[in-house]
T-cell receptor
Framework: GQSLEQPSEVTAVEGAIVQINCTYQ??????LSWYQQHDGGAPTFLSY????GLEETGRFSSFLSRSDSYGYLLLQELQMKDSASYFC??????????FGKGTRLHILP | GAVVSQHPSWVICKSGTSVKIECRSL??????MFWYRQFPKQSLMLMAT?????????EQGVEKDKFLINHASLTLSTLTVTSAHPEDSSFYIC??????????????FGPGTRLTVL
């Protein structure tokens, strides 16, 4: 089976940097994705890592270490609109995506 | 591009009735669509993988006879919740993979359908 662990909640201050960690145990691992979901909305794709290392997209960066079964999402220059839930998700057997339980990010002014 | 729509966006029905939810890829062809269910403040749980022209693959614990999935064309998949009960009340979300891109690391999500069963 597959399991993903990420913190349930994280709080940070506007303008700061926050890191959301994700560890996983899975067979047939292909890559790690990150999704953002605002209350009442659908998930939106943020990033995908298939290889070890850091991927940067604007204020967001994502890291993967396959040997450690670990990844993180880094959000810089936090804005109030970044308040949302963030899900890590693993691609399994080059096919389906399994989501973690999500991290609720609270941003304080 | 890469827009996925769902219809209806919300539905309220009586216990025992069946509800059909449509998922459409509007500007691309999707050989594979996925159906998820999300309870409040919880994660997205994959229910099934829908492949055009073939039977859906259901995840463990998902009742095939209760959640009927049909993927009749490259742009449409439907999920029918049969004999719905209050415990089926949830947020149902579909996603689609763009056929033109072969295997892509991105799934495009629909806006979701909120089902409330009275």
């Amino acid at each position: 089976g597959q399991s993903l662990e990420q913190p349930s909640e994280v709080t940070a201050v506007e303008g700061a940097i926050v890191q959301i960690n994700c560890t996983y145990q899975t067979s047939g691992f292909y890559g790690l994705s990150w999704y953002q979901q605002h209350d009442g909305g659908a998930p939106t794709f943020l990033s995908y890592n298939a290889l070890d290392g850091l991927e940067e997209t604007g204020r967001f960066s994502s890291f993967l270490s396959r040997s450690d079964s670990y990844g993180y999402l880094l959000l810089q220059e936090l804005q109030m609109k970044d308040s949302a839930s963030y899900f890590c998700a693993v691609r399994v057997n080059n096919d389906k995506i399994i989501f973690g339980k999500g991290t609720r990010l609270h941003i304080l002014p | 591009g890469a827009v996925v729509s769902q219809h209806p966006s919300w539905v309220i029905c009586k216990s025992g009735t069946s509800v059909k939810i449509e998922c459409r890829s509007l500007d691309f062809q999707a050989t594979t669509m996925f159906w998820y269910r999300q309870f409040p403040k919880q994660s997205l749980m994959l229910m099934a993988t829908s492949n055009e022209g073939s039977k859906a693959t259901y995840e463990q614990g998902v009742e095939k006879d209760k959640f009927l999935i049909n993927h009749a064309s490259l742009t449409l998949s439907t999920l029918t919740v049969t004999s719905a009960h209050p415990e089926d009340s949830s947020f149902y979300i579909c996603s689609a993979r763009d056929r033109r891109k072969g295997f892509t690391d991105t799934q495009y999500f629909g806006p979701g359908t909120r089902l409330t069963v009275l």
